[in-house]
């Protein structure tokens, strides 16, 4: 909704947005308010692609800024604005909510009763349906991870849906296993049960092995570093089966083809 022609008026009336086709006239003076109002303004005059097709579709729909990853933290569970923003520092509050009331008008999220004095946002049984599109996409994009950037967080809520993309059931059709995953600040737990994966943030009391890696992670799914060459250098820590580490290198492997990069 960026455009030239916009003006901005401040006077005794309040606050008037205007250019040639419309003119809005607020009551709202403070610079909060007003970034409420033009934010609002925004989600109603979204701009479209102008294309018939569910590729489109979805992404106006989840596509904007920071809308993949909002719906992220929410499947995994549902959340406030303010729980969402821990997960998403870089986020506003207004970039937030103008996110959830777009997703929420096309049916995506729904908002639950409040948590205090907050609205709890959940993913609606369509917003849902994405899941299995979204794990392929992160997928795809983890096979173009490098070395974090400084910058760069790992949440739990971004651990947990990592291990739901990268998971092969059918290497764990025999298989009932409880892991506990350490890297860095963020703890998951991920038990596994004759094909079927539960994950979830935090940690698990009695899981049959407990593994705390950093970066190195990455490297041992995509088989660039073995288990026990992992072990003996330090690069990984394990407590309880140690013999479970292989299995779980092999349920949560990733593969597939990787860019090439032109430098």
């Not at 103008?98 to 929420?104: F, G, H, N």
């Amino acid at each position: 909704m960026a455009g030239n022609s916009w003006k901005v008026v401040m006077d005794f009336d309040g606050v008037t947005v205007g250019s040639d086709l419309f003119q809005l006239t607020t009551a709202a003076t403070g610079s909060t308010q007003l970034g409420a109002v033009l934010n609002e303004l925004q989600t109603v005059t979204m701009d479209n692609y102008g294309q018939y097709c569910g590729l489109a579709r979805a992404a106006e729909m989840i596509g904007e800024r920071w809308g993949l990853l909002i719906m992220r933290d929410l499947l995994v569970s549902p959340k406030t604005v303010t729980q969402l923003r821990v997960g998403l520092p870089r986020i506003s509050v207004d970039q937030v909510s103008m996110r959830l009331r777009e997703m929420e008008r096309g049916g995506v999220v729904r908002r639950l009763g409040p948590a205090g004095d907050e609205a709890v946002y959940e993913v609606t049984e369509y917003g849902r349906s994405v899941e299995d599109a979204l794990l392929a996409l992160s997928r795809w994009g983890a096979m173009s991870l490098g070395a974090p950037r400084p910058e760069d967080v790992l949440t739990e809520d971004a651990l947990a849906m990592a291990l739901r993309s990268m998971f092969r059931p059918e290497a764990a059709r025999e298989l009932t296993v409880a892991f506990e995953l350490n890297v860095d600040e963020a703890v998951v737990n991920a038990v596994v049960n004759r094909g079927t994966l539960t994950v979830c943030p935090g940690p698990l009391p009695g899981a049959d092995l407990v593994i705390h890696a950093g970066v190195v992670l990455r490297e041992l799914l995509v088989g660039a570093v073995s288990t026990d060459d992992a072990i003996a250098a330090g690069m990984v820590t394990v407590t309880g089966d140690a013999e479970l580490l292989p299995s779980f290198v092999e349920l949560f492997q990733l593969s597939g083809p990787a860019p090439v990069l032109n430098h």
